[in-house]
């Protein structure tokens, strides 16, 4: 019995890719290489079952670390939502992996660049899945990227990159963690400030809590706006926040009486706001949720997309429409890793790293939405993994330091100390114990900062192996 429970989710993964395996081949029926495109199918099926197994993690991680959301509901709304996001959504990636890291016009033979796709799709799954098993949250984006530039140059050489892509990806490895640590930072000085260290804390958060809720839902509906694309339009920043201010304040009045009504009868104390920003935070989960089916899907059937084309003998250069068949691999391989291997990194993110409960989760949340918004605006490309990670280790390393050095806290405490009148001795040895203690786990830190900074090397070396060994076997 305990054998057949580790054999379980291999076994239903296994189960999954068999069911890819009949559905391409369907899928695709008459038209030319249909072997290659079927392998192409699977790699990208293991490849969105690794996304889902390590990438969406950070999605419902704080929810579930917060105890708003039961694992197993958590995994339900972010299966759902993926799906729904890829398949409503996943065609906005107009500039696919393979488009915007490689010149494909470069690559002379298509079947050197379909088994360097095929390569990329194989190299960057093996990575996320070994990341996954030593409980690294890493960011899938550039592990795919690792492969296409490990793949491009074992067909075409280094002139087939794009290494201005490249620059901006390396810039985001720090940017991406810091400004999210940052945004999270920024939003839990101010509920600190305003909400939780005031004489009347439920009247703060009747005043406070809805601006919140509306910047919220502001924040996630220009981002949403941002990588969905709408027939041929072409949304800019602009275009997205003129759509998100209207939904933010349209949130902020709805939920005014909502927190008044939700607030009534509450004691005057912490325990009582985090009931306060539950049902935000799940609504915070499941639009990331949603935006993660949107943007990441790409990373699995983007270079699939790729493979179809040059395998159909249609142009290399420019953006494929993904169909929907494809979408519909990626995002319900997503869901598949998810359900079935998800909840170690999970709890990792949201359990293991540090102490969260419902303010500091949202401060997660919302700082995610935020931070894409901010970057997008400077031409940054980032990573919704090193955000959220970021944001969580901001969020603790900021409450250590807030225990030892805000004038706030240390006054709040002293009068409830005053109230309470506890032994001088006892109090002395809590403040000497406060000051020594650790929020935040270190050597979760090393490992995750360790493993991003190897993600693009390594699978771009796993890729370019593959590609050259794939090249003497079929080509």
């Known amino acids: 019995m305990h054998l057949g429970r580790r054999l379980a989710a291999p076994g239903a993964a296994f189960l999954f890719l068999i069911a890819v395996t009949i559905f391409s081949a369907v899928a695709v029926v008459g038209h030319a290489a249909v072997v290659v495109v079927i392998a192409a199918a699977v790699l990208a099926a293991y490849m969105a079952m690794n996304i889902g197994a390590n990438d969406v993690a950070n999605n419902i991680g704080a929810a579930v670390g917060a105890r708003v959301l039961s694992l197993g509901l958590g995994l339900a709304i972010a299966a759902v939502c993926e799906v729904a996001g890829a398949l409503l ?11 915007g890291i490689l010149y494909a016009d470069k690559v002379a033979n298509p079947a050197y660049y379909i088994w360097a796709m095929m390569a990329a799709l194989l190299g960057a799954a093996i990575w996320i899945n070994v990341a996954t098993w030593i409980g690294a949250p890493i960011s899938t984006t550039h592990a795919i990227v690792g492969g296409v530039l490990g793949g491009g140059i074992a067909a075409a050489g ?13 810039a985001s490895w720090l940017l991406s963690p810091l400004l999210g640590a940052a945004i999270a930072i920024a939003v839990l000085a101010f509920i600190k400030t305003f909400i939780i260290y005031t004489p009347d804390k439920i009247a703060a958060a009747r005043r406070w809590v809805p601006v919140l809720i509306g910047v919220m839902f502001g924040a996630f509906s ?3 706006v941002l990588i969905v694309s709408f027939a041929d339009l072409d949304l800019r920043l602009v275009d997205a926040v003129l759509v998100g201010i209207p939904v933010g304040l349209a949130a902020w009045l709805v939920s005014i009486p909502l927190v008044r009504r939700k607030a009534a009868g509450l004691d005057n104390r912490n325990q009582s706001l985090k009931t306060l920003f539950q049902v935000p935070l799940v609504f915070s989960a499941a639009l ?25 003998d249609q142009p290399l250069v420019g953006a494929s429409p993904i169909p929907v068949w494809e979408l519909l691999i990626g995002g319900l391989g997503i869901s598949c890793g998810l359900l079935l291997f998800g909840p170690k990194l999970i709890n990792l993110v949201g359990k293991e790293i540090t102490r969260l409960n419902p303010v500091r989760a949202y401060c997660v949340a919302l700082s995610a939405g935020v931070t894409v918004i901010l970057a997008s605006s400077l031409g940054i490309p980032v990573s919704s993994t090193h955000i959220a990670v970021g944001s969580v ?5 900021y409450r250590e330091w807030y225990m030892t050095h805000s004038r706030r806290r240390q006054a709040f405490m002293a009068m409830k100390a005053r109230e309470r009148q506890p032994a001088r001795r006892k109090k002395d040895v809590n403040t000497a114990e406060i000051r020594r203690r650790h929020l935040v786990r270190r050597s979760h830190l090393l490992t995750i900062i360790g493993a991003w900074t190897i993600t693009v090397p390594l699978s771009a070396a796993l890729a370019g192996g593959l590609a050259l060994l794939m090249f003497r076997l079929f080509i």
């Open 89 to 99: 959504a996943g065609t906005a990636v107009a500039d696919t992996i393979a488009n």
């Open 158 to 170: 280094v002139s087939a990159v794009n290494w201005t892509v490249l620059s901006g990806i390396a």
């Open 222 to 224: 220009t981002y949403i």
């Open 288 to 312: 990331l949720s949603f935006a993660h089916g949107a943007n990441d899907v790409a990373n699995a059937v983007g270079p699939l997309a790729a493979v179809v084309s040059a395998s159909q």
């Open 393 to 397: 280790f901001g969020v603790g390393l």
